[in-house]
């Protein structure tokens, strides 16, 4: 009983050290790192897609991250009416990238904002 008490209590002592910061005035945050994006070049381009209409990719440090074919949070399989819609909504995911906001999702409240509006 006492060497199961005393393991325990290691058990318990260890945990307490790993959980500590090595400098006491070190906060630990589990926020996402907003920096890693901050810096770098995020770039759009709008393809044209199916059914005469238009979608975007994402490249980030020219490396793929987003193929956009379709309008984001609508079923279906066409893409946005115009470019100017697709501009717009890359523009968005974008700024969404650069703030840390990964996956960079969009609403239909924030297509409704920018003027675009799709069927279900």
């Known amino acids: 009983m006492g060497k199961l008490l005393i393991f325990f209590a290691l058990i318990l002592f260890s945990e307490r050290i790993y959980l500590q910061p090595s400098d006491p005035g070190t906060t630990i945050?589990?926020?996402?790192?907003?920096?890693?994006?901050?810096?770098?070049?995020?770039?759009?381009?709008?393809?044209?897609?199916?059914?005469?209409?238009?979608?975007?990719?994402?490249?980030?440090?020219?490396?793929?991250?987003?193929?956009?074919?379709?309008?984001?949070?609508?079923?279906?399989?066409?893409g946005f009416a115009t470019r100017k819609e697709a501009l717009a909504v890359a523009e968005l995911v974008i700024t969404k990238i650069r703030r840390g906001q990964m996956p960079p999702t969009v609403t239909k409240t924030e297509l409704s904002a920018l003027g675009i509006r799709a069927e279900d």
Do not use: E, K
């Open 29 to 78: 945050s589990f926020l996402p790192d907003t920096s890693r994006y901050q810096d770098a070049l995020i770039t759009a381009s709008l393809f044209t897609a199916r059914h005469q209409t238009w979608g975007y990719d994402i490249y980030v440090n020219r490396v793929l991250l987003i193929h956009q074919p379709t309008i984001p949070c609508y079923s279906g399989p066409n």
